[in-house]
């Protein structure tokens, strides 16, 4: 356990529900594992952040300023508008700067490859700057990213974080160039992105926030785009721990199946391990505020006997130091396997593993669907969105399900019986698409 010192940090902790009884034969070990940041008021000690100190922020707002920015005209000045609201939640002494993106990246404001250092002035400076961007070219978002790296680099903090914006697909730049951009910037700074309008690929989207750990969204109206801009950054600026990992240490013989987060959103980590040491391996998580994730960890461990017992894995939270080692944050949960013969005992499911395994599958079940109807598959797509609404309503996703009944008509939420609507408005179909992996914390 480490020592601990007052600080503005929050301060770790993890919990672990599972049920470890296995069945004669029995060799998979399933976990959720919940890690909370609270308080602010604790950190351990000695911190890589020096002087115990909150550590600084650096933020670098991205703005769509391609041609189709123009259409309607009122998108480019909800885009300015946003925009200068982000800027007017930073938090005095937050570096930060806007980037225009068309098929190339044009720093607005600071400029000179710097960033600004938010205050009363520096918030007026950007603001006049943005009165400037008008609507122009293609777009190669790659090139915005690559540049935000360059300018959140050069700054001696902490918390490094990117908002993005585009209306348009990413269609001044192969796939494969977005994807290396996107590999070179993951773990440098993370990045919330936001469609606006029905023109984007949600899957370019949510991949680049998949990519930089960060959030996905669709505003299908601009004039929500100031609210949206606000919220993102206040939520910005109350992250104080960075580059979190998720450490795993399993003994010998063990395996790990996978690692997903499962609550706020779906997301898979298991190809994004990093090996650190024998048999232990670190999955990122990003940045963290006061705030509560939920991760499943699935173990596959050796054959044993009955009554025998084994620890299957053991869950830590670290962060980088300057000097290039990690710190362990003071927080541990266990996840154990113990053979039992009692079948009551070996084949109950925990609660929170099988409300987390029901989440994953609709999640999946969503994308599989609107793929299939999207491929003219409409058999495919109504079953696969029809056990998409019998998960949504077993498991109290209440927004899921509304979402889902813009796209189906729903004969019986309890048995998934549901009709394909014959006209969906785009923007309802692309909401669900995107929000398709949000998911309902477990009532514990």
Partial sequence: MANFSKSNVPQFSVDVYQNEYLPVGGREVNAIVTVSATGGGTVAAPHPYSAGQVPGAAVAIMVDCSGSMDYPPTKMRNARDATAAAIDTLRDGVHFAVIGGTHVAKEVYPG???????????????????????????????????????????????????????????????????????????????????????????????????????????????????????????????????????????????????????????????????????????????????????????????????????????????????????????????????????????????????HYTGQAELAQAIQQGIDLRKAGDFDGATAKLGRAVQLASASGNADTAKLLAKVVDVVDAATGTVRLKTKVAEADEMTLETRSTKTVRVKK
């Fill in 112 to 354: 000179g490859g710097r960033l600004a250092v938010a205050g009363a002035t520096t918030r007026d400076q950007a603001k006049q700057a943005l009165r400037r961007l008008g609507a122009g070219g293609g777009t190669a978002i790659g090139t915005w990213l690559r540049l935000a790296d360059r300018l959140l680099s050069s700054a001696d903090v902490s918390i490094r974080h990117g908002i993005l914006l585009t209306d348009g697909r990413n269609e001044h730049e192969s796939p494969e160039d977005l994807r290396a951009t996107l590999d070179a910037c993951s773990g440098r700074f993370t990045c919330d992105a936001r469609g606006v309008g029905t023109d984007w690929e949600v899957k370019e989207v949510t991949g680049i926030a998949s990519a930089l750990l960060g959030t996905a969204d669709i505003v299908a109206d601009p004039a929500g785009l100031a609210a949206d801009f606000t919220g993102m950054m206040e939520t910005a600026m109350g992250k104080e721990v960075a580059d979190v990992s998720l450490r795993l240490w399993t003994p010998v013989g063990t395996e790990i199946q996978f690692v997903k987060q499962v609550a706020p959103t779906v997301a898979d980590l298991t190809e994004r391990r990093t090996e650190v040491g024998p048999r232990a391996g670190d999955y990122p998580t990003g940045s963290w505020g006061d705030e509560s994730r939920d991760y499943h960890v699935c173990v596959r461990v050796p054959a044993a006997h009955i009554g025998q017992e084994m620890l299957a894995a053991r869950v830590s939270l670290v962060i980088p130091r300057s000097d290039g080692s990690t710190e362990n944050l003071g927080a541990q949960g266990l996840v154990r396997a113990v053979w039992t013969d009692d079948m009551a005992a070996s084949t109950s499911i925990n609660p929170q593993v099988a």
